[in-house]
């Protein structure tokens, strides 16, 4: 076998093709359904419109310790809304392999690396915020007209504070604006950049889970 059939094989596998639907994109970049087929120049053909489309023949990056890091066009987004939901006691797993599990859930697809299509990554992203929106009442999608809740992490944080601080009033924000500033360095909400609110949302999510786990004991 080439190595140019071979790579396309493996680009099959990756992208997580049925036989249906290689063989028709096989057919519609060169109008034949076999690589086998095919002459040099088309397989070429076929692994350049593969390629665009996110096919990537390298071996899969690791961390320092060996695990495999997390990798795709959408990994990073997913991660940072699964870490969002672990600092709001929702998740108990932080790892990657409870995140590779949750999206194999939603979409049918083995890894983050494998999702190619917008489609398919809004499931899993759309089912992670309405998980927090249901569960931990997050407001995706909406300011309450607070110019400073226009960023992800500070809607996330805000959630957070109600669950640490049950009788907490989004017009008066008793403590929490001091709090964030103190964490940030910020003079006012609205200068907290998105790392900042990371800061914020990881300290809140260490008393969150303590909290938790002082109730389960």
Known sequence: MSSSIAAIHVAKKQMGLDDDIYRAKLARITGKTSAKDMTEGERQRVLTVFRSEGFAL??????????????GRYAKKLQALWIAAWNLGIVRERDD???????????GIDHTRFLFHADDA????????????????????????HDWLSVDGAKVAWAQWEILTPDADLMVRKGFDQEVCCLTGAALLQEV?????????????????QRRTGSET
Do not use: C
């Not at 499931?123 to 007209?145: C, D, F, P, Q």
């Not at 950049?193 to 889970?209: C, D, E």
């Open 97 to 107: 392999a409870a995140l590779v599990a949750f999206v194999k859930r939603q979409t």
């Open 58 to 71: 390298t071996p899969a990056a690791r961390r320092a310790d060996g695990r495999q890091k997390l990798t």
């Open 193 to 209: 950049k998105g790392s900042g609110w990371q800061t914020v949302m990881n300290h809140f999510g260490q008393q969150i889970r």
């Open 122 to 145: 809004n499931r899993a992203i759309e089912a992670l915020k309405s998980w927090m929106r249901r569960e931990a009442g997050v407001s995706y999608g909406n300011t309450n007209g």
